[in-house]
């Protein structure tokens, strides 16, 4: 075993919607808490705005490098910062439906129930949506669960296009909704609000902190506090465990290009569901030889990330849209209405500008021959589809001898995504837009390598009652192990088919109290 450097009462590996958020659970606890993040705070810099270092450059995706199932290399889309992902996220906060809890019959293979139900969720998504500031509507959408409170904030007021839209797909019979939004707005006193509904929201980092992301809601409040400690460019190599294999003793560290030994009497791993899994299985040994808590060998397996498709839909007449992502759609979500799989969730995305366009060009300038590259922003609207993807064993992370990600990954509802794109098609006819005016927008989350797209990753930690069948027990706790939990979307046992951070967060929130009555 090694020699400790210095020992806590936990440790939480990870600042992003799981690890930041769980920190900011037990901060107020007083137990002395170190935080390790792999990545330094995100700098605030003009560049955080630009669309061209952000989307032409990819200056804010961390320099890592995964491989496909070939073995082929890929730069994935991750984000090394305190924060985490969400750094860069769009700040959807959504709920996952009541039925995504139990099993659901897709086209190709089920999607299993969770050991818990939506009920059993509910408090910790409220407890998420005030922490987090989600500006919503509960009521508005005919698929969502209850809810025990009201968002703390109204939802985001549509712009004129964005109210157009909704009004026709009201009066074509949809049910629009208000997307639920994280931003530090107040739209009754402007003034005062953080947020300048700037277009900049979705995909790039907010400079003056007016996103509600891990960093700004969760690390940043805790670290006056004597009890919380934190290193950045702290990168977890390994864990390792007491003799008898059930008692992690040591967390290994490599910072500064030191290698360095903590230790705590809890340790949760949040690095993100590839991370953490590549976490565990570098942490084998003679009483873990397929990885630490990995006897099932379930960890890594069973990866989904949504099949997803970023569209723009180009229109007659412009649209001056700035902050576009105020609109949402749950109407195909579920089989029925003629329909023999569920399809998923359409959502509206950051508005495209040009400088983010350009390496759409030649398929622009196709579809748009008279037009500019601006001309084209102009008269874009911009959609998000959200297929679920089911978990397959086959889809996983493995990790070769240097320690690299290996991601073995087939898709999974594609006939489910391509209904989708059909109804999203007929919903353009009847907004004003023209189903023939529709074009891939694939430099958002790197879609053109769709297996770096790993935006949305979950799945290779699942949690359950069956040790034979899953990685964590219904607390997020190892099976085999006694003090080692996964906070972060590892657990998921499915992933429905909307953004997964709320979820994330929420159940930070609720395994963190977990914690607290445990170490009490
Ligand atoms: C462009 C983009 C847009 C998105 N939009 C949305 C959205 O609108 N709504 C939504 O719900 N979701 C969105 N997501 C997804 C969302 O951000 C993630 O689901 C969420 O952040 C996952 O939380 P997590 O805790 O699992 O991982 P993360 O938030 O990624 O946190 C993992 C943390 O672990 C750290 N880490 C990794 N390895 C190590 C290690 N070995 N040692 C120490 N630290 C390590 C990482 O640096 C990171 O800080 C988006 C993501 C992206 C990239």
Known sequence: MSEITEHFDVIIVGTGAGGGTLAHTLA???????????????????????????FVDGKYISADTWYDGDG????????????????LYGAALYRLRPEDFGELQH??????????????????????????????????????????????WPAVSHEPRVQEISDALAAGGYHPYHAPCGVLLDEADRPRSTCIRCATCDGYPCLV???????????????????????????????????AGRTVTGVVVSRNGQREVYGADIVAVCAGAANSARILLRSASGRHPAGLANGSDQVGRNYMFHNSKAVVALGKEDNH?????????????????????????????????????KGEEPKLTKLAPRWSLDEVARHAVDFWLTTEDVPKPGNRV????????????????????????RELRKVLNHVGLSEHHVLDKNFYMSMNVPIAGCAHQAGTCRFGTDPATS??????????????????????????????????????????????????
Request: glycine share 8%.
């Open 209 to 243: 902190h007016a996103k509600s992301d891990a960093e700004t809601i969760a690390v940043r409040p805790v670290l006056d506090r004597d009890n919380i400690t934190l290193l950045v460019n702290a990168e977890v190599e390994r864990l390792e465990t007491d003799p």
């Open 321 to 357: 849209t700035v902050f576009q992502k105020t609109l949402a759609l749950n109407d195909f979500y579920f089989a029925g209405n003629g329909r023999d799989w569920p399809l998923g969730n359409i959502q509206m995305l950051g508005k495209s500008n040009a400088m983010a366009m």
């Open 398 to 421: 493995t990790v070769d001898s240097g320690g690299a990600i290996h991601v073995a990954y087939t898709p999974t509802n594609d006939k489910e995504a391509d209904g989708l794109y």
């Open 107 to 152: 086209a190709d293979g089920p999607s299993p129930a969770w050991p818990l139900d939506y009920d059993d969720f509910e408090p910790w998504y409220t407890r998420a949506e005030w922490l987090y500031q989600v500006h919503g509507a509960h009521g508005e959408d005919p698929t969502e669960g209850h809810w025990s409170k009201q968002y703390p």
């Open 471 to 520: 990685v964590l027990d219904v607390n997020c706790k190892a099976h085999e192990l006694d003090n080692l939990y996964v906070v972060d979307t590892s657990f998921f046992p499915s992933i429905g088919a909307v953004n997964p951070a709320l979820t994330a967060m929420a159940n930070a929130i609720r395994v963190g109290e977990q914690l607290l009555d445990r170490m009490a």
């Open 28 to 54: 107020p606890s007083g137990k002395r808490i170190l935080l390790l993040e792999r990545g330094d705070f995100l700098p605030r810099q003009t560049d955080n705005w630009d669309p061209r270092p952000v």
């Open 72 to 87: 082929e290399p890929f730069q994935p889309q991750v984000h090394y910062f305190v924060g985490g992902a969400t750094k």
